[in-house]
């Protein structure tokens, strides 16, 4: 009997993703930005002046993504680059005041994609979900011999963003 991939844990987390930056990406279009432009202004609100390569170490993406991402982003404004003063070879991004601005519209759109996705669970569900994916997260991680830095069990009382 041929495997039923439809099924699949695997199958039904790529169709929620797929769905899930659809629809962040509608919300996120509405403040001026593409999907995973929001997560370079978090990492960058959460530490400032970071270089390229920090940065896409950050976000687990490629140095040509994250110079794809903030070039768009400081076309609308939102960062600048700036050049080492210790090494010219490095660039680092800032935050501008209109990306300082736009990062608490992140969070309001980010609360509103959990809801609209978690609608229906009751709160030992939220939790239970959230652990598995990290559980999931972890085995895929390591599957490619990457280490998680997250303790998977540690945030099992994180706050309900869907109230």
Excluded: C
Excluded at 84 to 100: I, K, M, W, Y
């Amino acid at each position: 009997m041929p495997f039923d991939h439809s099924k699949s844990a695997t199958h039904r987390l790529a169709q929620a993703a797929k769905a899930q930056r659809s629809r962040a990406g509608a919300h996120l279009s509405a403040l001026g930005l593409y999907p995973g432009q929001e997560v370079v202004l978090k990492a960058l609100g959460g530490q400032d002046g970071q270089t390229m390569s920090e940065l896409a170490a950050t976000l687990g993406v490629q140095p040509p993504t994250v110079t794809k991402m903030v070039t768009r982003l400081a076309a609308h404004g939102f960062v600048v680059r700036q050049t080492s003063e210790q090494d010219g070879r490095l660039a680092r991004v800032f935050l501008t005041e209109p990306g300082r601005a736009i990062i608490g519209d992140v969070d309001k759109t980010w609360k509103r994609l959990e809801k609209e996705a978690l609608a229906g669970f009751d709160d030992k569900d939220r939790r239970r979900i959230r652990k598995l994916l990290r559980k999931m997260e972890k085995n895929l991680l390591a599957a490619n011999g990457i280490a998680h830095a997250d303790d998977i069990d540690e945030d099992d009382d994180l706050e309900d963003v869907t109230a």
